[in-house]
């Protein structure tokens, strides 16, 4: 926390310079200087994801628009082209918040594509326009090929590119509106009329009426413990400031065991655990092991679970004891325990949930020819479960993940565990 707050100015001045030219730089100035110091207050209060907030959404909190209430506005079909794979996704982490929808066209049988895209900046407002760099920019360039321009598209600051050959053409137009959506439309293989007619299809006014929508809502997360877990990483940052450098590899994984020592259950233990079949799918085999390198221990039970006849139906579950690992390993293999997630498409899904009081994670992608999944759930911020399946549904890994005695496996949580003496 101590080196985030050393970071705060730098944030500042990169802000102020993102501003330049997007109106009044003195207002934008004290907005930006106001949003550090209320930034530094949380950091004081020990509220990481409030500063972050923030910091990154001007001073106040903004809960993005539902990306299915912005898919809404995506075009229905575009002439000559079928809309495909509409979807969007929400995330957040850490008090930064973003929503997105996208529909991508196509012609039957051609090359012609349409990609139709509304960003909501949410509450990464600020920062979140350094990636379109052409809102600070005076722009006009032309050549035989084509051009490229900012502009204003009706009211709004704007961005077009357009450039074509003999047998090709690729071309853009972007649209900055109520100062925070980014309506952006991609073209390959059609004219600039028709990128152009694409963007005229998309209702900005109604945009422009969610201006203020989710303003002042504080970003939430169906995930427990999740902000506990980001505030137990900012205090161990503190503490470990205080302490000396560590001497050896295995001083330095012990600190990642969150000041404890940690003896894992041993695996045959966890075997307990592993339903006998899934969904149909007998258990055809089942492997434990437990180890240990420069004071990392760890232990994990494994079963498979596969279809008898052509095999195409096959799942595995998984109980991984995180040992001394602890919050090392939740942010290396487990990032989504840092994120507010919820993506959709005609193909699938991936979100963040809270599973029977427990953070969770879920992705399902289906195709013409097969189907696949995942689910996976941190139990006392030590055992993660992951159940993976291909050719079988969603519905068939959440009923395995039933059929684990959680309740149990949380009483576990203190088992093998030294405090830091």
Not at 82 to 109: D, F, I, L, P
Not at 165 to 178: H, K, L, P, T
Not at 362 to 369: D, G, L, N
Not at 379 to 394: D, L, Q, T
Request: aromatic content about 6%.
């Amino acid at each position: 926390m101590n080196r985030l707050k050393t970071l705060l100015p730098l944030f500042l001045v990169l802000a102020v310079l993102l501003s330049c030219g997007l109106g009044d730089k003195a207002k934008q100035v004290t907005q930006l200087a106001k949003s550090v110091e209320q930034a530094q207050k949380n950091l004081a209060d020990g509220d990481t994801s409030g500063a972050f907030g923030a910091l990154f959404g001007g001073g106040e909190a903004v809960q993005p628009v539902d990306f299915r209430k912005l898919t809404g506005l995506l075009p229905a079909s575009l002439p000559g082209l079928e809309r495909k794979n509409a979807g969007g996704e929400k995330s957040s982490v850490m008090g930064m918040a973003t929503s997105k929808a996208e529909a991508e066209y196509h012609a039957e049988g051609q090359s012609a594509r349409i990609d139709v895209s509304i960003n909501d900046l949410g509450s990464v407002r600020g920062f979140g326009m350094l990636g379109f760099n052409w809102l600070s920019l005076d722009i006009d360039k032309e050549n035989e090929q084509g051009f490229e321009r900012t502009l204003k598209y009706e009211q709004y600051p704007a961005y077009e590119k357009f450039e074509q050959g003999s047998d090709w053409s690729r071309g853009e137009i972007s649209v900055f509106v109520a100062d925070r959506f980014i309506v952006t439309v991609d073209g390959n293989g059609v004219s600039n009329d028709a990128i152009r007619d694409a963007l005229g299809r998309v209702n900005l006014d109604r945009l422009e009426s969610m201006r203020d929508e989710g303003v002042g809502e504080e970003t939430s997360t169906d995930s427990p413990d999740v902000s506990d877990f980001i505030s137990s990483l900012s205090k161990e940052e503190d503490d470990e400031g205080a302490k000396d450098a560590p001497e050896t590899m295995a001083d330095l994984l012990g600190n990642m065991s969150d000041g404890r020592d940690v003896e894992p259950i041993d695996f045959r233990e966890l075997q307990v655990f592993l339903p006998d079949e899934m969904s149909g799918l007998p258990r055809t085999n089942t492997e434990g092991e437990s180890g240990g390198a420069m004071g990392v221990r760890t232990s994990s039970a494994t079963a498979t679970y596969q279809s008898v006849d052509d095999g195409a139906a096959r799942a595995t579950i998984k109980i991984f004891d995180t040992g001394t690992l602890g919050s090392a390993v939740m942010l290396g293999g487990y990032g989504w325990l840092m994120m507010d997630m919820d993506k959709e498409s005609d193909q699938g899904f991936e979100r963040t949930i809270a599973y029977k009081g427990h953070p969770a994670y879920e992705k399902f992608t289906r195709t013409s020819a097969s189907s696949q999944g995942t689910m996976q759930a941190v139990v006392g911020k030590r055992f993660v479960i992951e159940v993976e399946g291909r050719g079988i549904e969603m519905d068939a890994l959440r009923s395995a993940m039933d059929r684990i005695d959680l309740d149990k496996l949380e009483s576990m949580k203190d088992v093998g565990v030294t405090p830091e003496s």
